[in-house]
C-alpha cells in the first residue's frame, strides 16, 4: 500500500469527538497537549500561529518525530481517520498542506517537556470554511545504555479544527432515532443520527423529551453533553440517556419522543417528533389481579350471606 492511499492510519477509540480541548492525549508515556484546538483565520490574516507541548512521561529519554496529517471521520463511529493526499476529503477540506511544523524532530529525556509552534499559512488556495488536521507525534525506538533496542510503537496526536471566515456554511439535520423502548417499557435511552451537510464542522445541541399521551413529560436527556462535532459531509450517532422527571405510573396509549435541537452557535431550534406504543403488561397484570380479587372478594361475602 503506497504511503499516500486514503487510508494511511486508522484510530478507533480515541476521544475524538467528545475530548476536552485541554486534554492530554496521553496521561502515561508521550503526552501531547491540546488534544485538540479550534483555530479562526479571517480573510486579512497572513498566517496563523499556535503551539502544541509534548512532554515525556517515561523514566527514559525518548526520540520523536512530528507530522502534519489531515483528517477525516469514520461515519457515525466516532473515530476518526487519518488520511493521504489522494483523498477526495483531503483534497477539499486537509489542512496539512498549510501547516508548518516548528521542528519534525524532538529528543526529550525523562519528565521533559518542549513547546512546538505551529503556522497555518493563509494562502488563496486556502478555502473558505472548514479545515482539518492533526500534528502526529511517533516515538522512534532508541538503544539504552546495555545496547539494547528499545522498542514503543506509540503514536499521539493534536487535531487542529481551522474555520476560515468567508464563506462558511453551517448546517445541521436530524436524519434518524433510534430507540431502547418497546411496547413492555418505555424507552430510557435513545440514539440520534445527524448530518452535516455544511462545509464547518458543527456540535449539535438541545434536548429529548419522552412524553405522555397527556403531553406530560416522564423523561428527559440533553443532546451531546461531551461536545461531540460533526465533520462537513458527514454523518454521527449521538447517544442521549433519559432521565426520569419527578415520579409517575405510564398508563398504556401512544407516547412521543420530542426532540428539539440545533448547532452551537445559534439560539433557534429545530424539533422531531417520534412516536411509540406502550401497552404496560405489569399494569394490566396488576389490574387484573385486582379486578380478580375484588370479584372473589365479593363472591365470598355474598356465599357468607347466603349461608347464614
Known sequence: MKRSSFLALVLLGVCFFGCSPHAHAAS?????????QTVTIQPTDTEKTFDITVTNNTPTVQDLSLRAVDFGSLND???LVLEGSDSKYSQRYGLASWMTLGTDTVVLGAGETQTVPITITNRQTLQPGGHYGAVVVKVNSLDDQSGNKVVINQQVLSLVLVDKVGGEKYDLKLVGMTENGNWLHLPTKVQLRFQNPGNVHVLPRGTVELQSPSGTVLSKGIINSES?????ESFRTI????TPVGKSFPLPGLYKIVVKYRYEGITASATKRYYIRFINLPAYLFVIVLAM??????RKRRTKKASK
Open 77 to 79: 463511529t466516532g473515530g
Open 228 to 232: 461531540a462535532f460533526v465533520l462537513p
Open 239 to 242: 447517544p442521549v440517556s433519559l
Open 293 to 298: 380479587g375484588v370479584v372473589l372478594y365479593i
Open 28 to 36: 502515561q508515556g508521550i503526552a501531547v497537549s491540546p488534544f485538540q
